[in-house]
Each structure stands twice: as C-alpha cells, then as structure tokens.
C-alpha cells in the first residue's frame, strides 16, 4: 500500500481512495496538469503473472477507447517500478452502494431509476462499441453531486470488460470475474456471454436500489449462485408495496433465464421501467397490487450445484442489511435419506398420505418448440394416480390438447390453474440440449415464472419409460421417480 507523498509513474499520492482484487485505487496529483487523477495500482504479487498483466493491460486499452459522459475516463497507463498503473478521471463523491449504506432513505424509486438510466446509457455506448462491462453493481455507480443540478452518474471499473468478438480467455483456471450477487446466470454457469448479461446485471442493481436487497439472498455465494440460474426473479412489490405490479413485470423480463429474452437493449429496459413507474406499463393479467404473491419453489433433481461451484475464484458480494429471505431453491441429489423401496404401487401410496388429492401434471420439454403435458390415462399418469395424486382434468384423453407446441403457449395454458387450489406440481421432463444436472438452466423463464412447483426430472431412464411405456415402467417410477416426489411434497 502507498503511504501519502509516494510517487508513482509522477503522480504523488495524497490518499487510498479503494481497494480491490486486482490491487488499490489512489487519489494522486497529476505530475505536470493542476489537477488530480485516480490512479490504480495493480498489487506486486500480480505484476509477474502474464494473465493477470494482461487482464490488466486490456482494462486499459479498451476503457481508454471509450469517450461519453456517463463512464470515467481513461486517461494513461504504464509500468513504474515493476508495478503496473492506470489513470483514470477521479469523480468527487460516493458510489451508490455506500450511498444505500449511509443514507438508504435518500435511494428514492425516482432517484433509483434515474441512476440506472444514466448508467444504462453508459452501456449501450460500451455494446455499441463492442465492448461488455461484466460487473455491473451499484458499486461501479459514482454519484457525484452538483450545485444545483441533479447529481452526477458514471460507471466505472471496466476492469474485467471484455471485447464482443474476444473468444480468447485471459485465464487458464476459469476464474470467473463478476460479484455473485449481480451475476447472470449464464456467467455463473460459464456459457456464453453477450449485452443482455449485463441488462441482467443491471436489473439486478436496480431491485438492490430500490428495495435495498439483493434478488438473491444467501449466507454463502452457491445459494446465491442457485438463485439467479433456478429461481424466479423475485417481485420488488413483496417489499415496497407502494410499486405497481407493472414494475414487477419489466423486471421478471430483464432478470430472464435466458438472455434472448431479456430486453435488447439498456434503453429498452429503463424505458419500460420508467413507464410502469408511471402507471402506463403492461401488468399481467389478473394480478393487482393488492394480490399477494404466491411462493414459486423449484424443485431440480439432480445436482446443478456441482456445475456452479466448479468455477474459480469468485467475488462474493452480501448486503447487510437482513430481511425475510427470497423463496430457496431445492435440490433433490440422485439419492435421498434412507427410506424402505416400497414394492408395489399401492405400498407407495399407503406411505405417502401427503401425495393424495394433491393435482399434478407431467410434462416433457425437448426444446423451445416441442413441449406438451401427458393425456390422463396413459401408464405414466396412473402411476401418478395410483400414488394418490388428482391428475390435472384439462388434460383427460377426451379433452383436445395439442402436442408440441411452444414453451411460451404451454406456460399460458398451464398459467390458469397455477394457483394455491388448483396445479400444484408439474413434473417437466427434460431431454433438451442443455438438459442435465437436474437444474432449470436453459428454461423459459415463462415456465419458471408458474405458481406451481416445478419438479425437473432429466433421468434418462425415467424420460425412456414415461415414452415407452412397458409392463417393468412402474418398478423404474417407483425407484427414479417416487423418491424425487417424496422430497418435494410436503
């Protein structure tokens, strides 16, 4: 660490300004101009390591490309004493997550939004230029006031921005380089990357403003990590109940499982927010301010845990503030606790009381186009009866349903029923692409955003009978499936 009076590259330091993974921001006095910069100083024990020098030195070629109001400027770079640095424009003030700390009552909806709409404009500059930020947080928002005009917005740290058109990573070990609490989900699960991750980002940082939570929350960074690939985005109208329900709307879109259906662009989503502020947004059919929300659990068998924790160092970001915690994910493993194998259907029915009258659905989902619920009564849905559930009635032989259709289309049509008294679980079948690990990643969030429990069940085995229904089907069900079933009803 430099002491005040140190020297670096000219500049004299008068103070620390921050710290980071990375190595420590200073407030130093330009060597020839009467001004003062923020010089950042990667730390010694990096300086020798050729993928840390590089992620370094890409910080400030592709920063100092970029020129607009709302993003700090790059001003130099270069090595002092076997020491790499970056100067950078100092901005006078605060970030906005010390503001939430200091001052949470000053974060008001109209001051919330007006930070991530000058931010938003930051990056779709930075998308346009083919650039991506990758950490987007209030962290990176600097709030500097000004007499008599409204304050100031920068977004800084492109310190892990990344070209669009970069496929090369700068790290053997795969590092992954974001704040857990704003990640996306295709961040954390190491797919690919592109603008709308850090949309997601963004609307992140905006529920964090606006309610003072993050949209996850956790004690340790997985649970946090299961929450943005398998949770529904969580409703800012549970915790500021004077938000129209719209704004829960525009947030579920920008905090989508799957990027293609998240907002194109920053302006989109601050546009759509702005106007459901307003009262002139979309609000979802039948809901009303005034209507509770239902809880939304995820049931995933399997373990899609192992596929986020793989991942190497992670910067794990946790609010404290402490509130009622967003709805968990669950997850069911391949075993569960040790329980006697019932050896017939109605043994498995006779031990399991909490099965009967409880309305259920099975469904298959083999890509965005081509998903359909089972008719009742076929072997797999009496299996299902046999145990004592009530099949869901829109979907007796005898009814008309239609088979492969869109995710979207089966979510509607599910949608009516997802209610306390109506569909309570739907077992999905997965054997799509990205299918495997039990998890929802790669789903529609239409589908995650159901009222019912949504059990996933990628099985190989139980997927083959459920399709090819044989005499042995009901042993494999009553081994593969029963257990699953067991652990998520209640």
Not at 95 to 107: I, L, T, V
Not at 294 to 322: C, D, E, K, Y
Not at 365 to 379: E, F, K, L, N, W
Not at 450 to 476: F, K, M
């Amino acid at each position: 660490m430099a002491v005040p009076g140190t020297v670096i590259a000219g500049y004299r330091v008068e103070r620390m300004l921050g710290e980071g993974g990375m190595g420590a921001v200073y407030l130093a006095a330009h060597p020839t101009l009467p001004r003062r910069d923020a010089v950042k100083v990667l730390s010694r024990r990096f300086t020798d390591d050729r993928e840390f020098r590089a992620r370094f030195e890409r910080e400030a070629n592709l920063a100092a490309g970029l020129d607009h109001p709302n993003i700090v400027a790059v001003y130099n770079r270069g090595e002092d004493q076997g020491r790499l640095w970056i100067a950078m424009q100092y901005v006078s003030g605060a970030d906005a997550a010390r503001m939430m700390s200091d001052d949470p009552a000053s974060m008001t909806p109209h001051r919330a939004l007006r930070i991530v709409s000058e931010v938003g404009k930051a990056l779709d500059y930075a998308h346009r230029s083919g650039l991506l930020h990758r950490d987007v947080k209030p962290a990176n928002f600097l709030l500097s006031p000004r007499s008599g005009e409204e304050e100031r917005v920068l977004l800084t740290d492109f310190g892990i921005a990344k070209a669009m058109s970069d496929t090369e990573e700068l790290t053997q070990d795969g590092d992954l380089l974001a704040t857990v609490a704003y990640a996306s989900p295709e961040q954390l699960l190491g797919g690919p990357v592109n603008h709308r991750a850090d949309i997601y980002s963004l609307a992140c940082s905006f529920f964090r403003l606006l309610t003072g939570r993050n949209p996850f929350i956790g004690t340790v960074p997985t649970v946090v990590m299961m929450g943005h690939v398998n949770e529904p985005p969580p409703r800012a109208t549970d915790i500021r109940r004077d938000l129209p329900p719209a704004v829960d709307d525009v947030l579920a879109r920008a905090m989508a499982k799957l990027p293609d259906e998240r907002f194109g662009t920053c302006r989109e989503f601050t546009d759509a927010l702005r106007a459901a502020m307003a009262g002139t947004g979309p609000t979802a059919a039948g809901r009303t301010s005034a209507q509770p929300r239902p809880r939304w659990p995820i049931a995933v068998a399997g373990s899609a845990l192992a596929a986020v924790v793989a991942f190497g160092a992670i910067v794990w970001s946790q609010p404290s503030s402490t509130g009622a915690a967003t709805p968990q994910a669950s997850t069911v493993g391949s075993t569960t606790t040790a329980a006697p194998k019932p050896t017939s259907l109605a043994q498995a029915k006779a031990d399991n009381p909490q099965f009967f009258g409880r309305q259920i659905a099975l469904a298959e989902y083999a890509s965005y186009d081509r998903s359909a619920v089972h008719m009742h009564p076929s072997g797999p849905t009496q299996f299902l009866t046999g145990l004592g559930f009530r099949y869901d009635p829109r979907y007796a032989n005898d009814t008309a349903a239609e088979r492969d259709k869109a995710v979207t289309d089966l979510a509607r049509e599910l949608e009516p029923m997802g209610t306390p008294d109506g569909l309570e679980f739907l077992v999905l079948l997965r054997s799509d692409a990205k299918a495997g690990g039990g998890g929802m990643a790669g789903i529609s969030s239409s589908l995650i955003r159901l009222h019912s429990t949504i059990i996933v069940v990628d099985d190989p085995a139980v997927i083959e009978v459920v399709r090819n229904w044989s005499p042995g089907g009901e042993a494999v069900l009553l081994d593969k499936l029963l257990p699953v079933l067991r652990r998520e009803v209640k």
